[in-house]
């Protein structure tokens, strides 16, 4: 074909930002980051995977389910013991009461799960509400389903990155179907308080509307900032899919489990159609992250508290650094990230600057216009915005920090 063909895809890859001025289509910007820093050798802090693995007794755990045998398709739904286990997570940390067999779906990662839920429920010309800066994936799935996005911005100010809920309540119109919510929040590590989730609450009951959250980061929270599901919340349950995953609280991103969970109608909509997706995933990882949940001496539990203490400590590190070199930093409730302003250094254009700094210092980010709606308020108003991550081994960050110092030298 001498040409690209028609189809779907072509929206989704606008809507997602990968058409450029001239009507070409390219790689994402993680994707292009990343390449920049292998060709130049840069530490690439713009992605946000670990670069140690997590603890070695689920490692174990998962070696131990290959011997046994556990190399073959594991039930589209998820096996029963990761169901069972997700489903008394969920109650020991959330006493939210979940049924494992109709409440709990398996999916390939909470992306998949994000998918399956939006293509299963939405039907074309539903209206989404997401907070913006929002996770990339969001926007591209509301195209595959043939729904509208409508993103609603955090606001930047001096203490961090702050929702409006009347401009949510602004936003809601005769089509709107969904809110689709982040908390804690990538790329601005914000943790929604419980009165800004009670907000929302409100606002999905006045409105009759689905939720779906995305709490991927649900046990990385630093500084007594506390993860409140809005699911718990009154009047909710019913209405509300919550997502998560075993990649960000384990360290094993790679393994790609996650799940859904949530009233029985909704989940039965999402396994619709994750099993003409993936199907299933994960054979021998499904048993380990089962047995890691359920975490009956305690190992999960020590390992996820020293990972959250242990981030807290280089987050810290990084932004300080960051500030050294002439950024302003909101620092993050949770996550992995930290937002850096540029605006001092005099750079207006995130997205310039991330693409300099591989060969300018050795280091590479991501531009917050990446997570935003081309040509939104929200976009314009953070342009001058870089996202880092701080889930590298402290002596990788210590070198990050040495080299951005060239900032002001080569500014």
């Not at 729904?147 to 911005?153: K, L, R, Y």
Request: proline share 5%.
């Amino acid at each position: 074909m001498s040409s690209l063909p028609a189809g779907r895809w072509s929206e989704v890859a606008r809507r997602a930002g990968l058409v450029d001025a001239a009507g070409q289509v390219r790689q994402t910007v993680f994707a292009e980051m990343t390449d920049l820093a292998i060709r130049t050798g840069a530490i690439n802090l713009g992605q946000g995977f670990p670069d140690v693995d997590g603890p070695a007794h689920v490692s174990r755990a998962a070696i131990a389910a290959i011997e046994a045998g556990h190399n073959q398709y594991p039930p589209g739904a998820g096996i029963p013991a990761l169901r069972e286990a997700v489903a008394a997570h969920a109650a020991r940390h959330y006493r939210l009461d979940l049924d494992p067999e109709t409440e709990v779906l398996v999916t390939t990662g909470a992306t998949e799960g994000i998918a399956a839920a939006l293509l299963g429920l939405l039907e074309p010309g539903d209206e989404v509400l997401t907070l913006e800066p929002f996770y990339d994936s969001y926007a591209a799935v509301i195209a595959l389903a043939g729904a509208v996005h409508v993103p609603v911005g955090l606001g930047a100010g001096e203490d961090g990155f702050v929702l409006d809920v009347e401009a949510v309540r602004r936003a809601i119109g005769p089509r709107t179907r969904m809110l689709l919510l982040n908390s804690p929040h990538n790329p601005t590590g914000t943790v929604l308080s419980r009165a800004e989730l009670e907000a929302l609450a409100g606002v999905a009951r006045d409105h009759d509307l689905l939720v779906v959250t995305d709490e991927v980061y649900e046990h990385l929270t630093y500084d007594g900032a506390v993860h409140v599901p809005i699911s718990t919340l009154p009047g909710m349950a019913g209405r509300t899919l919550r997502i998560s995953s075993a990649g960000k609280t384990l360290s094993f991103t790679g393994w790609k489990v996650g799940w859904v969970t949530g009233p029985a109608e909704l989940v039965t909509a999402v396994r619709t159609v994750k099993q003409f997706l993936t199907y299933t995933s994960g054979a021998p990882f499904q048993p380990a992250i089962a047995a890691a949940l359920l975490d009956a001496d305690g190992e999960t539990e020590a390992y996820v508290a020293g990972l959250a203490a242990s981030l807290a400590v280089r987050r810290d590190l990084l932004c300080e650094g960051l500030v050294a070199a002439g950024f302003d930093v909101v620092v993050p409730q949770g996550t992995y990230f930290v937002v850096a302003d540029a605006a001092p250094l005099g750079e207006e254009d995130g997205a310039r600057l991330a693409r300099e700094l591989p060969a300018r210092v050795g280091v590479a980010g991501v531009p917050i216009s990446a997570f935003c709606q081309g040509g939104s308020a929200t976009s314009a108003a953070l342009a001058s915005r870089v996202r880092f991550t701080f889930v590298k081994r402290e002596a990788v960050l210590y070198e990050a920090v040495r080299r951005l110092e060239g900032l002001r030298r080569t500014g």
